[in-house]
Structure formats: structure tokens, C-alpha cells
């Protein structure tokens, strides 16, 4: 199948394999079957009945395990779980079938704008913060992607009921870009580059040069909002032939749309945008995910007004440096969204209390020996958690007061035995969530049910 022409490409009567069952891929069959290709999808683990729902549509599938069928196919759309070097994969392409991600798959059959989000760290905040900003008369965002709405299921609806203002914000993982044809953002907003995954990469410019196929296909119709605060970023987006417009905590920088001083963010013109003081999430890096939502909502057309409205009253995200409650003076914090150890280093600097720091999960390649300056004068006590805690206590152990607990119910319950008025609980595993949980929401849910639990119990 020749998918080298977007506008050519019609998959009625195609037959299509999805490689996956979570929610990525059963949007991703559901879409390609609306659209009248013969689907099947397979994946390694058992989803018996993911595969009895897409039965009753007429869609067929296998589980736990993948059979030679799935060659079958003029077209593969994969789930960003597979990695790219997957001997499944290098089969496909071997035998010459085209294989996508579902984020390219699905913007195949949108025509609306795409504002799209990238980075190590801030996304699923900023993410959020940009669709509240758009969220107008004229404009109808809707939030997808890495968020846990798969971009195939907006699609398939926006199908079946068109919105003339559509605006598609779209939360984007390295995962999802490495299989990239013809994805195209109108806006593409790059927050920041840190070491990450680097389980799953060869390096970091493996990794690196996933995230950059997302603006690839960007023309000089297109926009590319970026940190100029960071260096290797600023870099990497060099060659790119999108406009590109920086923002910068730093006002001297050139060409930013919004600048700030001690008070204020004020725009070209030196009107006030807002008063630092008003602005509902703290911390400079917060500041920062504001400056670039703001800017990509600017370029978009959001009057400043509406802009200021959501910096004064957006207060975050579930499990990113989320107060989950106060038990005898002392507070605890979900930060279960941070999966790498740069997020660690985030939310250590948010505080100026005495922290006991809840770390680990399943490693990324992640570098804990860099945290130390961070935990050197913040840190009370660490409690680790998972399959990394022999890597964490191989590095750390010596360094900073720390103690084996294996499970986040045992380290909840050392924590609160261990922790005085004024002290801060702060889960932020700095890896993923894997080993123990489904995701980083059910690993931030359970931490929110065991805190409560305390309270009962007190």
C-alpha cells in the first residue's frame, strides 16, 4: 500500500493490522473499521475482553501472542508500547507492509489544526493549560494524545459529528513519534529536553531525534514554540522551516511574544498580561509551561484576556505535585506523573519544608546519582519502592538517610511513622510505574487511598 500521498490514501477494503490492545490501538481499530478497511488486531498479552467488544463490531483479533497473520496486511498501525526495534516490526517492514503510529494514522482523516506538545517534563501540565486557553466561542479544543484519549477516538467522533472549530491539543510522547509519514501540528510546542527512556533508546540522541520528528513535516505556514532556556533544545530545533517563535523566563531574550519582570508577564506592546502574584500554580517552572502555553494560544488568536483568566485559575493536574491532604501537620503530595529523575528534581525544588521522598518503580535508565544535590539539604529521609531500589541504594545509599521499603503501602506507612509537623510526604518515583501498577494514575490513586487511610486511622 502507497501511503507516500496523505490525500491519496484510502483504506476501505485495505486489510489493516493493529499491533496492541490498549486504548490507543482499540480506538485505532474502531477508526480504521469505520472507515471500511478489514481490520485485526493482536497483541502479546492477554485482552480477551478488549477482543470481545471489537467482536461485536466485526472485528476480528488474537491475544497473547502474535501469529503470522498479522502479515496479512496492506498496512500496519502500531500502539507506542512497541518499540520500534521489535522483531515483529523489522518482519513487516522486511516484507515491505507500511507501518504507522496511531497519532500519524489518525491525523490522516482530521483536517483540523493540531497544536501539539512535547517534552521531558511539563507536558500533560501544559497540555492542559493550553486547552483551557483555547477553550472559546470561536475555538472547540479538545485534548488527546498521551493524555489517555486516544487521538483515533476524537477523530472517529469528529467523523460522525463534524465541528467547524475544531482544534485538536495534543499531549505527544517519543513514543508516538517514531513512526511519522505525514504528521503535520500548526503550532508544535517544545518544552524541554532531558535525559528519559533511555531503557528504550539507544541514547540520547536516539531519543532526541524521536521527539524531533514532530515537527518534521512543518512548512513556513506552520509555528514552532520552544524554550530558549534551553540549550540543547534550541539546537536541535535549529533546521527546522517552521516560524519559530521562543519564550524564555529570561526577558532579554529576542523575539518573545510575552516578557516578565519582578511583578508582571507583559506583552510586545509592555501591556500587563498578569501580575506575577495573581498566577494560581507556583514555581519557575511552572512559570515557564505558562510562558509557552501562552505564547501558543497568542499565535492561535486567544485574546490576552482569556489567557490571564486561566493563568489566575488553572491549579494543575491530578498526580503532578497534587495536594492530596494535611495529617498532623504533616503534607503529602502526589507527584506520581514524575516517571523520570528530572521530574524528581522539579518537585524537590517546589518545597522549602523537610522532605520524605517516596522514589521508584521501573527504572528508565534514569541517573539517581544526580539528584543528590537535590536531595542534599531537602531531603529528610528517602524511601524507595520497586525493581529500581537496589539501583537507587547502589547510588544513593551512602549519600543520603534512606531506607528499603518494596511496596508504596510500606513506604506510606514508614512515612508517616518517621515524619514530624512541617515535614512534606512527596511521592515522585522518577520511574515508571510498571512493575507494580497499570500506570502512573493508578500508582498516584493508590497513594491517594492510602493517605486516606491514614486519616481514619490516624
Not at 70 to 87: R, T
Not at 263 to 281: C, G, P, V, W
Request: charged share 20%; proline share 3%; glycine share 6%.
Amino acid at each position: 500500500m502507497d501511503i507516500s500521498n496523505r490525500k491519496l490514501i484510502n483504506i476501505k477494503d485495505r486489510n489493516v493490522t493493529i499491533i496492541g490492545c490498549a486504548r490507543s490501538g482499540m480506538a485505532a481499530a474502531k477508526l480504521a473499521h469505520e472507515l471500511g478497511a478489514n481490520v485485526f488486531i493482536s497483541d502479546q498479552g492477554e485482552t480477551k475482553e478488549e477482543l470481545i467488544q471489537l467482536n461485536r463490531l466485526g472485528i476480528q483479533g488474537e491475544s497473547g501472542g502474535h501469529s503470522e497473520h498479522i502479515y496479512e496486511a496492506d498496512l500496519w498501525v502500531i500502539s507506542p508500547g512497541v518499540p520500534k526495534e521489535s522483531e515483529i516490526i523489522l518482519k513487516a517492514q522486511s516484507k515491505n507492509i507500511p507501518v504507522v503510529g496511531e497519532i500519524e494514522f489518525a491525523s490522516w482523516f482530521t483536517h483540523s489544526p493540531i497544536l501539539a506538545i512535547t517534552g521531558s517534563n511539563g507536558k500533560t501540565t501544559t497540555a492542559h493549560m493550553l486547552y483551557e486557553m483555547c477553550k472559546t466561542d470561536d475555538i472547540h479544543p479538545i485534548l488527546s494524545g498521551n493524555v489517555g484519549n486516544p487521538f483515533s477516538e476524537v477523530v472517529l467522533n469528529d467523523l460522525s459529528q463534524p465541528d467547524e472549530k475544531r482544534v485538536h491539543v495534543l499531549e505527544i510522547s517519543s513514543f508516538q513519534m517514531e513512526f511519522i509519514n505525514h504528521f503535520k501540528p500548526y503550532i508544535s510546542l517544545f518544552l524541554n529536553l532531558t535525559p528519559d527512556h533511555l531503557n528504550r533508546y539507544d541514547d540520547m540522541d536516539d531519543y532526541v531525534s524521536a521527539k524531533m520528528n514532530m515537527w518534521s513535516n512543518q512548512t513556513e505556514d506552520d509555528f514552532l514554540v520552544f524554550n530558549a532556556d534551553d540549550e540543547l533544545l534550541s539546537k536541535c530545533i535549529d533546521s527546522a522551516k517552521a516560524i519559530k517563535i521562543p519564550y524564555s523566563l529570561d526577558s532579554d531574550t529576542d523575539g518573545l511574544l510575552f516578557r516578565l519582570n519582578a511583578t508582571k508577564i507583559y506583552n510586545q506592546e509592555h501591556a500587563k498580561l498578569i501580575n506575577l502574584d495573581e498566577i494560581a500554580l507556583p514555581g519557575r517552572h511552572n512559570l515557564s509551561n505558562y510562558l509557552g502555553s501562552s505564547t501558543s494560544a497568542s499565535l492561535l488568536g486567544i485574546a490576552s484576556s482569556r489567557i490571564a483568566q486561566v493563568m489566575s485559575t488553572f491549579c494543575g493536574v491530578p498526580h503532578r505535585l497534587e495536594h492530596i491532604g494535611e495529617i498532623n501537620g504533616v503534607t503529602y503530595i502526589n507527584d506520581s506523573k514524575a516517571t523520570n529523575v528530572d521530574a524528581v528534581k522539579v518537585a524537590l525544588d517546589s518545597f522549602n519544608n523537610p522532605i520524605l521522598l517516596i522514589l521508584g518503580g521501573q527504572d528508565k535508565g534514569g541517573d539517581f546519582l544526580s539528584l543528590y544535590p537535590h536531595t542534599h539539604n531537602k531531603v529528610k529521609e528517602t524511601l524507595t519502592i520497586g525493581e529500581s531500589e537496589k539501583a537507587i541504594v547502589s547510588v544513593l545509599g551512602d549519600a543520603v538517610r534512606l531506607t528499603t521499603c518494596g511496596s508504596l503501602k510500606n513506604a506510606v506507612e514508614v512515612a508517616h511513622s518517621h515524619a514530624q509537623p512541617g515535614d512534606v510526604v512527596l511521592l515522585s518515583p522518577g520511574c515508571a510505574s510498571f512493575d507494580q501498577f497499570t500506570n502512573f494514575e493508578e500508582r498516584g490513586e493508590t497513594f491517594r487511598e492510602l493517605v486516606q487511610s491514614l486519616k481514619v486511622h490516624g
